[in-house]
């Protein structure tokens, strides 16, 4: 469920010369809810809610209707009923939503095999290879779109660009059930009008500081000195935003599933008051992760927290990191330092997550620090193989040892 800013601007064509756009983004629009209609017809025509329908349930999916009345994902399903009263809401079904990922995914290893899958619902696609015997890019996606639709019953948006960055953006100017080309000669100009926040790579804690210093869209990023872009955000983010903002983005369409974030998150039994508490989860959780990324060879340039209290009200924060990390301790400093700045809830907390985003391959090379310490990453893997031989508690950081026991 996207929450991606939108182009505010007049202008949903911007060319129709594909010549040099092989990237295809394959998005689903609303897709659980769209499983659900299909699954359950008579949903169709009213607003529809996916999520936790108990006392402490969240929304995981909605329809455009029910999202124009102001529910977002991570809400709680109390307040998305309140503000959108109409709504039909559903428990989600996890295992039927694998089914039909795997039907969409069956449907895109058709066109090529140079198919990446980064989420349950979403994919890119390098259709270079597939020109000769299914036509121009454009017309692949048309035919991806329209093969969705009556194989599996489910709307796509797609965006087709030169690049993976901005073949994702596009994707979500698309939506709902849309396609968007961005033209070669056309990306600068799609991209200088759109929010900065619509950027792959500017989370929560970087668009406010770009906000902040009156940096409101991607092109007013691109024409900032990068001297100052890096004092602002880091030296590795800047120069990675930079290039984005320009619509470089050299990293290649990989075949398999790819993770975009990796996280973990709990409800309490009881709302935790206690900050000790709360940072001895933010440690556990960091280094789980971090053990998650080293599993599958990435690094993550963001980190984000997710906190909710007692009445409900969520938020989340992140920053962007000097350099990419895949180190638990690196993980768990930043998750820290966002919830130390934070007043707890009233009530206390009633949810506590960590997630990585913004992840690369090592194999991509990874941007390091001059004064990078190489020790922390030993020990983890260290770690990670007394694990993968005696079991997951076999080893952890002293500081979650129980000191009762």
């Given amino acids: 469920m996207s929450n991606a800013p939108r182009d505010t601007r007049d202008r949903r064509d911007w060319g129709r010369d594909d010549t040099g756009t092989d990237i295809l983004h394959v998005d689903m629009d609303s897709f659980f809810a769209s499983v659900e209609m299909v699954e359950d017809p008579s949903l169709v025509g009213h607003p529809l809610i996916v999520g936790g329908t108990g006392p402490r349930g969240v929304v995981t999916s909605a329809t455009y209707e029910a999202r124009a009345q102001g529910v977002r994902a991570g809400m709680?399903?109390?307040?998305?009923?309140?503000?959108?009263?109409?709504?039909?809401?559903?428990?989600?079904r996890h295992g039927i939503y694998g089914e039909y990922s795997r039907r969409v995914m069956a449907v895109l290893a058709s066109i090529t095999p140079d198919l990446q899958q980064v989420s349950i619902?979403?994919?890119?696609?390098?259709?270079?290879?597939?020109?000769?015997?299914?036509g121009s890019p454009v017309g692949i996606a048309q035919v991806?779109?329209?093969?969705?639709?009556?194989?599996?019953?489910?709307?796509?948006?797609?965006?087709?660009?030169?690049?993976?960055?901005?073949?994702k953006i596009a994707s979500s100017q698309a939506k709902p059930d849309g396609l968007l080309l961005v033209p070669l000669d056309a990306?600068?100009?799609?991209?200088?009008?759109?929010?900065?926040?619509?950027?792959?790579?500017?989370?929560?804690?970087?668009?406010?500081?770009?906000?902040?210093?009156?940096?409101?869209?991607?092109?007013?990023?691109?024409?900032?000195?990068?001297?100052?872009?890096?004092?602002?955000?880091?030296?590795?983010?800047?120069h990675h935003l930079h290039d984005l903002a320009w619509g470089i983005d050299r990293r290649?369409?990989?075949?398999?599933?790819?993770?975009?974030?990796?996280?973990?998150?709990s409800t309490f039994s009881e709302d935790v008051q206690?900050?000790?508490?709360?940072?001895?989860?933010?440690?556990?959780?960091?280094?789980q992760c971090a053990e998650r990324l080293r599993s599958q060879a990435m690094v993550a340039w963001t980190v984000s927290i997710k906190v909710r209290g007692a009445d409900f009200t969520t938020i989340t924060r992140s920053s962007t990191l000097p350099a990419p990390t895949d180190v638990g301790r690196e993980v768990a400093r930043a998750a820290g330092a966002l919830l130390a700045r934070e007043s707890l809830p009233t009530g206390g907390v009633r949810l506590?997550?960590?997630?990585?985003?913004?992840?690369?391959?090592?194999?991509?090379?990874?941007?390091?620090?001059?004064?990078?310490?190489?020790?922390?990453?030993?020990?983890?893997?260290?770690?990670?193989?007394?694990?993968?031989?005696?079991?997951?508690g076999a080893v952890q950081p002293a500081s979650l040892l129980n000191p009762e026991s």
């Fill in 352 to 392: 506590l997550g960590v997630r990585v985003e913004n992840l690369q391959r090592r194999s991509e090379g990874v941007a390091v620090t001059l004064d990078e310490d190489v020790r922390p990453l030993a020990a983890e893997r260290a770690m990670d193989a007394v694990r993968n031989r005696f079991g997951g």
């Fill in 121 to 134: 619902d979403e994919a890119f696609l390098d259709v270079s290879g597939a020109r000769r015997r299914l």
């Fill in 252 to 265: 290649r369409v990989r075949p398999g599933r790819e993770e975009k974030s990796i996280g973990t998150e």
């Fill in 274 to 287: 206690d900050r000790k508490a709360l940072e001895r989860f933010i440690l556990g959780a960091s280094h």
């Fill in 144 to 167: 991806i779109r329209s093969r969705i639709r009556e194989e599996v019953g489910l709307p796509a948006s797609v965006g087709i660009a030169a690049t993976k960055s901005v073949a």
């Fill in 187 to 238: 990306t600068v100009d799609f991209l200088h009008g759109l929010p900065v926040g619509a950027l792959w790579g500017v989370g929560g804690r970087t668009g406010e500081v770009l906000d902040r210093e009156g940096i409101v869209t991607v092109g007013d990023l691109a024409h900032t000195e990068l001297t100052r872009l890096v004092k602002l955000v880091g030296v590795a983010s800047g």
């Fill in 76 to 92: 709680p399903t109390g307040r998305a009923r309140a503000l959108c009263p109409r709504a039909r809401v559903v428990q989600g």
